[in-house]
């Protein structure tokens, strides 16, 4: 058995999150949310991440764009990203004008609450704007320029252009320029001044809004995020991840809080953008289902561990880690009682020693509350961290041939 | 809404007056211990032995035709009193409120964004050091070292060669206000001249109000800041600053113009101390003396106009909400 490196990527790999670390500073102790998390993430793949309730997966996610909530703190561990240009980059080392280029350019997110993603007081065109605007502004002013440059050449408009084409071809030129930075404070030259540019925009954004599917979309874009549903406001948040068209989508459970049909229309707009844009997915949710149905690879956490990896077939055919076991037995089937996983999430102040599972799991022993089991390869893409799959560590203690018991236990089981 | 809410308010302002029995109001109005026989006959002659609600309704029907009564402290009509003095709170209003409304905004954004750092620290401190030193204390002491130390920032509105150059017919008074006045005069020295007039009130109320603003700005712009919308913001690639003055501050300003209405309204009906220590002599300076001399006309009229003030200001903050929030604009 080969113990799992990732020491960079390899040509086929988009990210890989190495032996990531995060705690929450809190009042009532150190939250250990995240502890020593590996995962790897091909070009155009979609990985599923699954787990009870916090164990970890948003914060995982939101550490993958270094936006780790506050009180909390990447304390040891990678985050490795292949750049669109090819370099390979650590994305907690990066400085903050570095990550503003990546984080919703090269990679994206969508939320479980879409109403609560979106600023109440801002108009949803605005906000798609923000994303079209802070990643393509130079090459839309081009386009511009070029637009106004022809009217002009053609004597159409006079004054107006001339001082819009200035003003387009200095903000391309120093977009920080001061003279701009006063004249935007006047609303009445501001609105003088960027009346074209305004208008590309706008239609740049009617287009992205067709692409996610959205019926009258010169209507929707004046839209406040409340005057919307929330399918919607989905497709908005969908709509402003796409943009620029990232190479990774980092979907957070987005159809959590919607009704079962938009829920099923929603995946399927993802599934289908994703196809087009030829991007790579890491898509978090609950439902087994949803796991099933659209990816290719799945992680599982527990506790702020990856506990098992593998691809979809062989994780639900095979399913190795005794908490992986338990997870797939507890979806609902018709027929049978649903059947909850025994015991509870531990708390992450004082998480369990050893394997963080070890109160809840039925093959528990006593290497268990002493070691760390980590990530070990059992077979050619499939990685679980069980000290019965660990024949090193396990041998210390003196047994063996355990894993077989199990491994057959469950062929009694499914 | 807004004449309900007037209703009850006179209500409530004139039921107190009804915890002092007849005898007690009529001889208010006698000043002269060798006159206490004329006490019967003040009652019958204002009926103040009659039911609560037919007072009340003269009362009522009076204050609605204007007629507040006449305040024997001020030996002026209560309604007159009122105007006179007013100019002068709106105009301390006026320098106070905003800056103080605009630097507690400022302190508590900058508080919240460097939280538990020493800026914050500091900045929470000194907020509440304002916030905790008495009027009366903070008047005195400023004026003891700028006026007495160093001759500046003199007590009063205006220097006596001012005054009387507002009173000759050369100066006309637009709004009673003395700087706005000086500048539609087209005069520098008067202007000049009311304004270091301002100076220490003006420090005194912004020391010691700054911290509400601050406070409620603070926890605000804390709260807004742990929002998912704002994540998302900085998901999409804004920078700190846009997302932060953008979106995390406008949403944060929402209950802080709740507060800073309410507080531009508690000083628009008088600022007791303040006006009190620096011989401004605005509404609260004469709410303060007529209240000493138990003028109770006086006492309901300032009541019942600083039951006015808060009204319009709640009605106010409610446009500014509508305009602001567009969940509200809605209803
Ligand atoms: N802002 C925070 N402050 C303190 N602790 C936090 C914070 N955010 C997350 N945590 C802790 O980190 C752990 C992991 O949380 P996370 O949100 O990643 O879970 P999750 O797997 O996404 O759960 P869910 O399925 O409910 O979304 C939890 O124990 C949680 O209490
Ligand atoms: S390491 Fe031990 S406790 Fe943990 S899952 Fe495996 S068998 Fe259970
Ligand atoms: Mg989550």
New binding site residues.
Partial sequence: MKRLTLETLDNEELLSVKDLV?R?Y?YEGI?K??ERANLKLRKGETLGIV????????????TIIALT????RVEGGAVYFRRAQGDVVNIIKLKEVELLRIRGKEVSMIF?EPNAALDPLYRVGDQIAEAILSHRLPEILENVIKFVEGELRRGRSGFGARLELWAYRKMLENPKSAILAILRRIPIIKNLMTRRLKHVVREEIIELLKLMEIPDPERIIEAYPHELSGGMQQRIMIAIALACSPVLLLA??PTTNLDVTVQAQIIDLIMRLKNKLNMSIIY?T?DMGVIAEISDRVAV?Y??NIVEVAPVKELFNNPLHPYTRALLESIPRPGSPFKSIPGT?PN?VNPPSGCRFHPRCPYVREACKLEVPELVKVSEDHYVACLLYDGEIYGKYGGHGRSEEILSDKRRNI | MVIPTLLGISLLIFGVTQLFDPIERASLYIRDPRQIRFVEEIIKKYGLDQPFYVQYFGWLSQVLQGNLGWSQSLHMPVLEALITRFPATAELVLYSAPLTIVLGIFLGKISAVKKDTVIDHVTRVMAIVGWSLPAFWLGIILMAVFYGGFGIFPPGRLSPWAEAMIRSGKFKAYTGLYTIDAILNLNGDVFIDALSHLVLPVITLTTINVALIMRVMRSSMLEQL?KTYIIAARARGLDSKTVIDKHATKNALIPVVTISGLLTAGMLSGMVITETVFEFKGVGYFAAHAATQLDIPAVLGFALFAGLIFVIANLIVDILYAYIDPRIRLR
């Fill in positions: 995060v929450f809190t939250v949310a995240v787990g009870e309730t916090g164990s970890g997966k948003s914060v995982t996610a939101f909530p506050s009180p909390g479980q957070d459970e978090i609950h956490m506790a702020g999430i992450l | 742990g």
